[in-house]
């Protein structure tokens, strides 16, 4: 569904509550996915389905910022055309690894039984997302490439170094 003055998240609760259904809220009007990711917008979050944005339809996608919540939502090919665009791609293995290390710092406190507070987790998330992402954007710069590859020049000389430390190079 879509509404061009955008969506009440309270009255579409409401609706849903109502109907069992969002579709049919008023002011708004049933979209296809692919009309949906054409959609001219800040920031477009692919959060269900792989290879959505592809070289087919990438040359459609009007986003400043490409947040991907789901895995894979964007093929490789279309990569290199968002970053021509300049679009700002937050790659899927960044984006949407917050639940992971969150789950890393649960494990953390349970072998050394010592808990977190609320506040502390959230303070250390932000610090290690932060963390990433800004080295991603360096690594980006650097090379002169889209995030996702600058994710991946990061780990692969993390892999580098801990192969020379084990004296494997």
């Not at 290690?128 to 360096?138: C, K, N, Q």
């Not at 590859?149 to 580098?160: H, K, L, P, T």
């Amino acid at each position: 569904m879509y509404s061009e003055k955008g969506l009440n998240s309270h009255e579409a609760a409401l609706h849903k509550e109502k109907t069992r259904t969002v579709v049919g809220l008023d002011g708004t009007k049933k979209i296809s996915n692919e009309e949906l990711l054409q959609l001219n917008c800040d920031v477009l979050i692919p959060a269900a389905l792989e290879n959505v944005i592809t070289r087919k339809n990438v040359e459609n996608i009007n986003c400043k910022i490409l947040a991907e919540l789901a895995n894979g939502p964007t093929t490789p090919d279309a990569d290199n055309v968002l970053f021509e665009k300049g679009t700002l791609l937050i790659p899927d293995f960044l984006c949407n690894a917050g639940g992971v290390t969150v789950s890393y710092f649960e494990m953390v406190q349970g072998y050394y039984l010592y808990f977190w507070t609320e506040r502390e987790v959230f303070e250390a998330l932000d610090r290690v997302m932060t963390r990433a992402y800004r080295s991603t954007i360096e690594q980006s710069e650097r090379f002169k490439t889209h995030n996702r590859m600058g994710a991946y020049i990061i780990s692969i000389e993390r892999v580098i170094n801990a192969m020379k430390l084990r004296g494997w190079l």
